[in-house]
C-alpha cells in the first residue's frame, strides 16, 4: 500500500512531518490533513500517550487518540538511535512544515531546537507548541487542567457559591490547536507569495487569554468584579438556562426585541415595558426580581412545548442534550456529524466526527482512519526513497 496522500484538497501536495503528541499538535494537523495535506505523524516506540487514555476505547486504542488522528500515516522512530535520527531528518527534508509540542530544550541534542531547524531547513514552516511560552515560563509542563487553573477561566466557571470548575474536555488544547493550524496555514500563503520559512510559536496560556475573549477583556479594560456566575451570563440575562414544568429549557435573550418576543410569548408583555426591566444593563441589574417572573411562567409548559413556541417566533431556545443526543440532533438537521472510515484490515468501520468546515470545492477528505503505531512505515520508507529532498 503506498503512502497516503490525499487526492485533492486545498492543501494537497503539502506534507506535514508532526512530531506533536496529545491534543493540540494532532488536533492542528487533523485539520491540515482533512484539507488535503500529506501528514506523517512520528511516534516514539512507545506511540501517543492518548492511545492508551482508556476508558473510553474502540477495540484496544483510545477513543481519545482516534478523535484527532486521522488521515495520517504513522511512523514510530526512536531518535537516540542514529539511523531513526535520520529518517526523522529525511522526512523533514521532504516536508513543508514541521510541528511539534515538546518542552522547549527537548529536541536540542537532536538537532530540532527551531535555530537548528532554521539553519538547516530554511524553507520549512516550524510550528512550536508549548504550555506557557519560551521565555520565562519554558519549563513549565503544558497540560490543558493546569492551563484552565493558570488562565483564571476555573474561576469564573462554576456555581457562584461552589468551588471553581474545569470545563468538560481539554478547551484550551483545541483552542491552541486552532491557533496553530491558521497560522500554518498563513505562513504557507506567505511562503508562497515572498518565499521562505518561518518558526510559528502558539503557547496555551496565551490562547486561553485570547479566547476568554469578553472575560479577559474585562480584565484588562475595566475594573468590574469577575465573579463566577454558574449557568448565567455576565452581562446579559435571561440567558442561560430556566426551569420548565419537566426540565430546563435554555433561552438567549441578546437585545430588547427579543425580550419584548419572550415576555409576550409567556403572556407577559407588560414585563418589556417596566422601567427596571427596559434594556439591558437594567435586566442585568434587577435579574433576582426578573427571574421568578419568568420561572412561574415557563412552569406551565413542557421543555418542549415551549421550545417549539420560542422557536417559531425566532426565540434562540435549546433543550439540554447529552452528547450522544447532540449527534442525533446534528443528524436531524442535515448536518451529517459522523463519517465512518475503514482501518487498514477492513475489520472496522470506525465513526469520526465531522470536520465542521464546508466547501463548496468539497476540499475537506476523509481518506484513512487512525493509523496504528508504525502502521506505515513500509510506504513511509518507500516514500522517502522516491521523494527528492526539497
Known sequence: MALQQPDGGPLEGIVVADFSRVLAGPYATMILADLGATVIKVESPAGDDT???VPPKRGEVGTYYLSVNRNKNSIALDLKDPEDLQTAYDIIDRADVLIDNFRVGSLDKFGLDSESVARRWPDIIHAKITGFGEREGA??????MLIQAASGFMSVTGDPEGQPQKAGYAVFDVFTG????????????RREKKGGGELIST?????ALSSMVNISSAAVASEAPLPRTGNDHTSIFPYGPFPAKDRDVVICVGNDKQFATLVDALGAPHLAEEERFGS???RNANREDLRP???????????????????ARGLPAAPILSVREAVGFAEELGLEPVVRLPNREGTDEVPYVANPLELSSGGVRYTKSAPELDE????ILEWIAATPRR
Open 178 to 189: 486552532l491557533h496553530t493550524a491558521v497560522g500554518i496555514l498563513s505562513s504557507l500563503l
Open 376 to 379: 506505515d512505515r513500509a510506504d
Open 293 to 311: 417572573l419568568l420561572n412561574e411562567r415557563l412552569a406551565e409548559r413542557t421543555a418542549d412545548e415551549w421550545i417549539e413556541v420560542f422557536r
Open 139 to 144: 519549563q513549565l509542563p503544558g497540560y490543558d
Open 51 to 53: 492511545r492508551r487514555w
Open 280 to 282: 439591558v444593563e437594567k
Open 203 to 207: 503557547n496555551l496560556l496565551s490562547a
